[in-house]
């Protein structure tokens, strides 16, 4: 959805940085560990209270995501191993930048902000869920209106504006529903053939 316009958009500032760092020798799993290690750090960042830096540091993180798979299809270096390791480092950032999140609720005394932030957890693994399960059964299943590019955008803009529980609420609700509307896409696959 927007992810796609988004990264069609993009591609004008992602592909020379893939260049770049190609021309380094780093290969696409490389880029992929050291934009998983980023965002460790940003989460680091992020538990010690700095929000508004962590948003900053977090849209750094986003374009970082991108330069992987644009890199292997530039050295034609695309693997199934690959796209593995870069979706399966992409769901423990989510896990490591939410169990930061509700550290950081918890130490402000905010027991919604940090409930939200489970949930919003939970409901984003859930998306990813659906659709891993889905292709275990041999279907395609990338729709939904909330995936992962959606859900860092609004966490981002939550950091930055400083309306953190809202983003977590949005986050939550929206993800669940985009769980839900897999799990429809799939069941109409299924019943179809």
Known sequence: MVANLARAWSARIIEPIARFLGSLGLT?????????????????????????????????????????????????????FGAFLDSTLDRWAEVVMYVAITWVMLQADNDLGAMLAVLALSMSL????????????????????FTRFERLVV????????QLTWALGIIAVLAGITAIQRILVTWRATNSA
Request: with cysteine; charged share 10%; aromatic share 4%.
């Open 28 to 80: 696409p799993n490389a880029v992929t560990v050291l934009g998983f290690l980023l965002t460790v750090a940003v989460a680091g960042v992020l538990a010690t209270g700095r929000l508004f830096l962590a948003g900053i540091l977090l849209i750094v993180t986003l374009a970082f995501d991108a330069v992987d798979g644009t890199l292997a299809r530039l050295l034609g270096q695309t693997s199934k």
């Open 126 to 145: 859930l998306v990813s869920y659906t659709r891993a399960r889905a292709e275990g059964v041999g279907l395609q299943c990338k729709e939904g209106i």
């Open 155 to 162: 966490l981002i803009a939550g950091l930055l504006v400083g």
